[in-house]
């Protein structure tokens, strides 16, 4: 006779690698915020919008944009592009989702 197995579908606690979220910034003022797109669709447009609203909060924000390095149409930072914005900016907002 055939048997089914019925398996939970929640997941089981991740104990492995974490990574712990930077300290928050006592404000966005005087500060540089990079800008991470990795060009999905729409992404690009989330971050101009986002801009818009932060600088009407923090006058003095500065931003730089930012694309990844390594592959086309869709790309994703290399660890180069990681250091440089990591020396260029005190925060960063990234898009990943269409």
């Not at 930077?22 to 992404?43: E, V």
Request: charged content about 25%; proline content about 5%.
């Amino acid at each position: 006779m055939p048997t089914i197995e019925v398996l939970s579908p929640v997941a089981s606690k991740y104990t492995g690698l974490t990574v712990r979220p930077a300290p928050r910034l006592d404000t966005l003022n005087g500060k540089t915020i990079g800008l991470y797109w990795n060009q999905k669709s729409g992404g690009d447009v989330v971050l101009a919008r986002l801009s818009d609203l932060i600088r009407q909060r923090f006058p003095e924000v500065q931003f730089k944009n930012y694309t990844g390095s390594i592959g086309w149409g869709r790309t994703v930072a290399s660890e180069e592009d990681i250091d440089r914005i990591a020396e260029e900016c005190e925060g960063v907002i990234g898009t990943t989702a269409d």
